[in-house]
């Protein structure tokens, strides 16, 4: 079994935010795979079913992003699944252009608040993620306030290509084959 994590913020006010990318990858991955996120455990909503013939379970913590930690231990721990082998976190990263995905097997938080949580309450760096790049900040902006900031409408047709090359490397993923998601879906989208 594999748990996939979309890291965001709940509730409507932070819909379809750059910092919510994970979310919206859960929600395409949902309608993708009729899977219902109807249920809520593990401080999430969260839904079960099954992607290219593997059981999932796919969790958008309802803990806001820089306490994601506590719900995706929670589900680890009650699934009993090894994070270095099933466990799939999407989320956001600023230091990638709009659009482009990059996914790694382990890595550092890299300055996100939501991925060091994670680190943190797992007791390690080495699970599978899928950073969606949501473009840098511009230079008089606040981080928060551009991380909690909705795309621009070029940059939204972008976002919307990289939400479903995301769900599709995670179905690769599932299917025992980051090498091969790596290898197609880090290539550098052009503009």
């Known amino acids: 079994m594999?748990?996939?994590?979309g890291l965001g913020n709940p509730t409507k006010k932070y819909q379809h935010t750059r910092h919510n990318i994970g979310f919206d990858v859960m929600?395409?991955?949902?309608?993708?795979?009729?899977?219902?996120?109807?249920?809520?455990?593990?401080?999430?909503?969260?839904?079960s079913g099954y992607i290219e013939g593997q059981k999932v379970?796919?969790?958008?913590p309802q803990t806001f992003m820089n306490l994601s930690g506590?719900?995706?231990?929670?589900?680890?721990?009650?699934?009993?699944?090894?994070?270095?082998?099933?466990?799939?976190?999407i989320y956001d990263?600023?230091?990638?252009?709009?659009?482009?995905l990059r996914i790694r097997k382990k890595g550092s938080a890299g300055g996100h608040n939501g991925i060091k949580d994670l680190i943190e309450k797992l007791g390690t760096q080495e699970f599978?993620?899928?950073?969606?790049?949501?473009?840098?900040?511009?230079?008089?902006?606040?981080l928060a306030d551009?991380?909690?900031?909705h795309f621009d409408k070029e940059?939204?047709?972008?976002?919307?290509?990289?939400?479903?090359?995301?769900?599709?490397?995670?179905?690769?993923?599932?299917?025992?084959?980051?090498?091969?998601?790596?290898?197609?879906?880090n290539k550098k989208v052009e503009r």
């Open 128 to 142: 599978s993620r899928i950073r969606v790049g949501v473009g840098e900040k511009p230079v008089q902006y606040d």
């Open 146 to 149: 551009y991380v909690l900031g």
């Open 155 to 185: 940059d939204r047709a972008l976002i919307e290509d990289a939400i479903g090359r995301a769900a599709e490397a995670a179905a690769m993923m599932v299917q025992g084959d980051t090498d091969g998601a790596m290898n197609i879906y």
């Open 93 to 100: 990263d600023i230091n990638l252009d709009p659009g482009n």
């Open 27 to 47: 929600d395409y991955m949902a309608g993708k795979y009729n899977i219902e996120m109807n249920q809520k455990k593990h401080k999430a909503i969260c839904g």
């Open 57 to 60: 379970l796919l969790l958008k």
């Open 2 to 5: 594999y748990i996939i994590a």
């Open 70 to 89: 506590a719900s995706v231990r929670e589900a680890v721990d009650f699934y009993k699944i090894d994070p270095t082998r099933e466990l799939i976190v």
